[in-house]
């Protein structure tokens, strides 16, 4: 089966990340997934939140939103949204899962996820996106001798699949996402480890076979995904 836009299904969509593309963020970098693009920024605060002043750990946390004309009609503005909400914790959870809190000390990285442009994957192109600029800004407060010890531990990143026609996709494009049987949303990190599965049957049910080969399919594309990091931040020892 070839795809509307030329892929096999087991073919990522073009990748291309651009760093540096916010003049004074701490670290920042443009990724676009096909015509998927989000700006992903990093903000470095010497602060925590309440529950964990005085306690000498810090704080990753995450915000999302979508650009008025990301997508083919308007979008509100609305970051109150149940749906906002979900996917920026999503993408907290997953860029926590690889920072050593008390290596980072009592600061906070605030990423900000601003998709520009929507074609299906937003989520997971934030997360790939979102770890490269919080990397970027770990690097720049050590680099400045603001922490001793990089906290981060491992990549992570993610990527859609879905089962579209009897055919088992990987990132999906908006037009697949809405028409499949069944979408799934993996973040995994560099040493084959899971962060999140979010599987969701839309026209029929799957069985744990299906599902296995969908994680397979997700695991093969997130390990592309890693290594296209690895490349923007050659800078990054773990």
């Given at each position: 089966m070839t795809r509307q836009d030329g892929r096999s299904p087991d073919k990522l969509r073009k990748i291309k990340v651009?760093?540096?593309c916010s003049k004074y963020a701490e670290?920042?970098?443009?990724?676009?997934?096909?015509?998927?693009?989000?700006m992903c920024t990093a903000t470095v605060e010497e602060n925590v939140p309440p529950f964990l002043k005085n306690t000498g750990t810090g704080w990753v946390t995450?915000?999302?939103g979508m650009l008025p004309r990301s997508c083919k009609t308007r979008v509100q503005r609305d970051k109150n949204s149940g749906r906002t909400f979900e996917i920026q914790r999503l993408i907290g959870r997953a860029l926590r899962s690889v920072v050593d809190m008390n290596k980072l000390g009592e600061r906070t990285v605030k990423i900000d996820c601003d998709v520009l442009q929507a074609d299906g994957?937003?989520?997971t192109a934030s997360i790939t996106g979102g770890f490269i600029a919080l990397a970027d800004a770990i690097l720049k407060i050590k680099k400045e001798s603001l922490i001793t010890q990089m906290p981060i531990t491992d990549f992570v990143a993610a990527v859609s699949v879905g089962?579209?026609?009897?055919e088992f996709?990987?990132?999906?494009?908006?037009?697949?996402?809405?028409?499949?049987?069944?979408?799934?949303?993996?973040v995994?990190?560099?040493?084959?480890e899971f962060v999140e599965i979010q599987g969701t049957a839309e026209g029929r049910t799957f069985s744990k076979k299906q599902m296995?080969?969908?994680?397979?399919?997700?695991?093969?594309?997130?390990?592309?995904?890693?290594?296209?990091?690895?490349?923007?931040l050659e800078g990054l020892k773990i």
């Amino acid at each position: 089966m070839t795809r509307q836009d030329g892929r096999s299904p087991d073919k990522l969509r073009k990748i291309k990340v651009t760093k540096n593309c916010s003049k004074y963020a701490e670290g920042s970098c443009l990724i676009e997934f096909g015509d998927t693009r989000v700006m992903c920024t990093a903000t470095v605060e010497e602060n925590v939140p309440p529950f964990l002043k005085n306690t000498g750990t810090g704080w990753v946390t995450a915000e999302y939103g979508m650009l008025p004309r990301s997508c083919k009609t308007r979008v509100q503005r609305d970051k109150n949204s149940g749906r906002t909400f979900e996917i920026q914790r999503l993408i907290g959870r997953a860029l926590r899962s690889v920072v050593d809190m008390n290596k980072l000390g009592e600061r906070t990285v605030k990423i900000d996820c601003d998709v520009l442009q929507a074609d299906g994957g937003t989520r997971t192109a934030s997360i790939t996106g979102g770890f490269i600029a919080l990397a970027d800004a770990i690097l720049k407060i050590k680099k400045e001798s603001l922490i001793t010890q990089m906290p981060i531990t491992d990549f992570v990143a993610a990527v859609s699949v879905g089962i579209k026609d009897k055919e088992f996709l990987l990132d999906l494009t908006y037009e697949e996402d809405s028409k499949a049987d069944v979408d799934m949303n993996v973040v995994m990190l560099g040493n084959s480890e899971f962060v999140e599965i979010q599987g969701t049957a839309e026209g029929r049910t799957f069985s744990k076979k299906q599902m296995d080969s969908l994680i397979s399919l997700a695991k093969d594309g997130i390990g592309e995904l890693i290594e296209i990091q690895k490349k923007s931040l050659e800078g990054l020892k773990i």
